[in-house]
């Protein structure tokens, strides 16, 4: 069966300072995958989404950028955080109709 | 373009009580429609969705829900709440073409009164 993992779990980080989110997803190949945030009373924002290795659409313009080194490996980084950059971040796969989430990042910049 | 409406923010219900969860879209073509669960400090469990075929579909935790096309509602019910339903809920859609994007409602939060 597929699985989808994120981490770490929880981060805190100053303003400032870089950022990476690893997710990967087992039992499956080629997959589409997203990046959602979840900030505070703002619901859930598609990010970032790649159909492919190397291939990345971002949805909203940002401080943030993703990449995708291999085929079930997707990360999202920064290189200075701001501290609208708060909130949690969801991994997520395509698998057909159906998109199913990682159990999400918590980032806390400070 | 697609959207999700679900109407007020926070519904409370008592435990054995009827729970009604209502969820609106807005599609030019018939979408796929989603229902996730988000307990706190988790990620999102898909509850249900609907594709094709039956109307009514049941999910997880005895909840199901009901595609209706003219009223444009994907409406989620369950018979009797428990203190463990108490969580956000959020509707989402999505057209049914290749590399189609998942549009989410701004999501309820239910709460349980014992």
């Known amino acids: 069966s597929q699985t989808i993992h994120q981490w770490p779990a929880t981060l805190v980080q100053p303003v400032g300072s870089p950022l990476s989110l690893e997710c990967t997803v087992e039992g499956t190949s080629n997959p589409n995958l997203y990046w959602y945030r979840q900030a505070a009373g703002r619901g859930l924002q598609l990010l970032f989404y790649?159909?492919?290795?190397?291939?990345i659409s971002s949805e909203v313009p940002q401080n943030l950028s993703a990449s995708r080194p291999q085929d079930r490996q997707f990360i999202l980084s920064s290189k200075k955080l701001l501290l609208s950059d708060s909130g949690f971040y969801l991994c997520a796969w395509d698998a057909g109709n159906t998109i199913y989430f990682g159990e999400g990042s918590w980032l806390t910049v400070v | 373009a697609q959207s999700v409406t679900q109407l007020g923010s926070h519904v409370s219900v008592s435990e054995g009580a009827l729970v009604l969860l209502r969820c609106n879209y807005s599609?030019?073509?018939?979408?796929?429609l989603f229902w996730y669960v988000q307990y706190p400090n988790q990620g999102l469990q898909l509850l249900l969705k609907y594709t094709t075929g039956a109307t009514l579909v049941k999910g997880i935790n005895g909840f199901e829900a009901e595609f209706k096309k003219s009223e444009t509602s994907f409406h989620l019910t369950k018979p009797s709440a428990h203190m463990s339903d108490a969580a956000e809920y959020f509707c989402a859609v999505r057209l049914t073409g290749a590399n189609s994007k998942l549009t989410f409602g701004k999501g309820i939060t239910l709460s349980v009164r014992p």
């Open positions: 599609s030019s073509v018939p979408p796929y």
């Open positions: 790649s159909v492919g290795i190397g291939q």
